[in-house]
């Protein structure tokens, strides 16, 4: 397989992230779905900025989101304990350090904050007082501009900040992506439907691309790539991706998060009801699932395959109190298409029974569907 990287497709935006910053913006948001290609993104514009100005890193993480400064621990080990919630002290300390890291050139300093949703505030506070000063530049990374906290947020509102948002690959773009990885033609109806099952998610696609070629199913003929199946199970690969995302969560999101998988299309009401307003707001924010569609508030996976590994994660004890919540709904589900091809597929893999009517409608729509694979199970 070829080196392409997530990045192809997007020297556009890596050429203009650079020129922002060589032109003394103050800082640059990338904003876009995680795996559209943020962290790849940002290590382009890093290597396009060498010679010119100097990177330093700093790694937003929920478990420390909670933590005072806590991403910036690596840079205060000489802070004492006593001033370590005195943000001036904590200020002062972090800048210190930072020069003391630096090279002898005079070269302009950023600060690349990725995960940015994932600091807290205190620590963004720091980080926007030394921009807003103008002693160091910024650039951010978020799936969404209202997850930022309000610091850096203040910093777009004020104008001090340059936005850039990352889009899903189109269909002719995914397709250059395919052929950049694989080295050489892809079949056009494979990389349509390779398309369609990513969404053009670059992160997805490669995975989906990688799980096909461990399983046979992604074939090279003659120097065209082609699907020559359907795989009878989502592998490894695509599984570990989901369970890192399910990782980031906090426990109501998670239990939302594979509600919805389970009753897809979920009633907004169902998912509010049990785990809150909030919760729902910042799944669609993080943009793993779609906002809420039609007159009942229906919610959906931003990407169906993440259904299809989420019920290979959700343990014994969790699929139970989920089919208690889905229950009364399910009755009502499999009256839609997409209801009842999720409700089925989930059933076959929990050993749920359904009735014997249910499960023929179901085959008869995945044929008609070409989801052949299902229709046979």
């Known amino acids: ?4 990287r997530e990045i192809i497709g997007r020297e ?4 203009r992230c650079a020129a922002m910053l060589r032109e003394e913006v103050p800082a640059v948001l990338v904003l876009g779905e995680t795996g559209v290609g943020k962290s790849a993104l940002v290590a382009s514009v890093r290597e396009e900025l060498a010679g010119f100005a100097e990177t330093f890193e700093i790694h937003g993480s929920p478990s420390l989101q909670r933590v005072p400064y806590g991403v910036l621990a690596p840079f205060l080990g000489g802070l004492p304990t006593e001033h370590a919630g005195s943000r001036i002290s904590v200020l002062r300390a972090f800048w210190r350090r930072v020069e003391e890291l630096r090279s002898a050139s005079d070269s302009r300093l950023v600060l690349v904050i990725d995960d940015a ?12 007082e030394l921009v807003g000063a103008g002693w160091a530049q910024a650039l951010v990374t978020s799936p969404d501009g209202t997850l930022l906290p309000p610091p850096l947020m203040q910093l777009w509102i004020d104008g001090g900040a340059e936005r850039i948002d990352l889009q899903p690959f189109s269909q002719d773009e995914a397709e250059l992506f395919l052929e950049a990885v694989l080295g050489s033609r892809v079949l056009p109806s494979s990389a349509r439907r390779l398309w369609r099952e990513s969404q053009g998610n670059p992160m997805l696609l490669r995975c989906l691309i990688e799980e096909a070629l461990n399983t046979g199913v992604l074939i090279e003929r003659k120097g065209t790539w082609l699907l020559a199946s359907e795989p009878e199970r989502r592998g490894d690969g695509l599984v570990g991706l989901v369970r890192d995302q399910l990782q980031r969560l906090s426990a109501e999101e998670r239990d939302a998060l594979m509600l919805v998988a389970v009753a897809q299309p979920a009633a907004l009401g169902l998912i509010e009801g049990s785990f ?5 707001r910042g799944l669609v924010a993080k943009r793993l699932i779609l906002p809420p569609d039609g007159p009942d508030g229906a919610l959906r996976l931003r990407h169906g395959v993440y ?6 994660l959700i343990p014994l ?8 919540l889905a229950a009364d709904h399910r009755a009502r589900q499999v009256a839609t298409a997409d209801g009842l091809l999720c409700a089925v597929s989930w059933a076959l893999g929990c050993g749920l029974a359904l009735e014997e ?9 995945a044929a008609r569907l070409g989801e052949n694979s299902l229709a046979l199970r």
């Open 317 to 324: 004890s969790r699929s139970l109190r989920l089919q208690q």
């Open 276 to 280: 809150g307003a909030e919760v729902v």
């Open 117 to 128: 949703h994932s600091i807290d505030p205190l620590t963004a506070e720091v980080i926007a």
């Open 12 to 15: 556009r935006e890596v050429s």
């Open 1 to 4: 397989m070829g080196q392409g």
């Open 357 to 365: 009517t249910t499960f023929l409608r179901a085959a008869r729509l």
């Open 307 to 312: 259904g299809e590994a989420i019920f290979q």
